[in-house]
């Protein structure tokens, strides 16, 4: 966690303890944990919505990519079937 061994947050806590006090501890620790699952929920769907955006221009390129496909499949045929009758003449 951090970096911090158990030695160091034992010495944390007990500076915590003397500074703030025992009964303010609690508090301060619910508090804490709130706005760490705060952060947590901000992150996730800060994560989800660019995938989701991601995902989004994806499905954009594909599409694209495959209109154009499809555009110049008929003049690939034409081509190939003008070949086909030069060859015969």
């Excluded at 609690?26 to 947590?40: C, I, R, V």
């Amino acid at each position: 966690m951090f970096g911090i061994g158990m030695p160091e947050l034992i010495v944390i806590l007990v500076i915590l303890l003397i500074v703030i006090g025992p009964q303010k501890l609690p508090d301060l620790a619910k508090s804490l944990g709130k706005g760490l699952a705060e952060f947590k929920r901000a992150t996730d769907d800060f994560k989800r919505n660019v995938e989701e955006t991601a995902k989004e221009h994806e499905e954009k390129d594909k599409l694209a990519k495959e209109s154009t496909v499809t555009e110049k499949a008929p003049e690939t045929e034409k081509s190939g079937e003008e070949k086909k009758e030069k060859s015969e003449v």
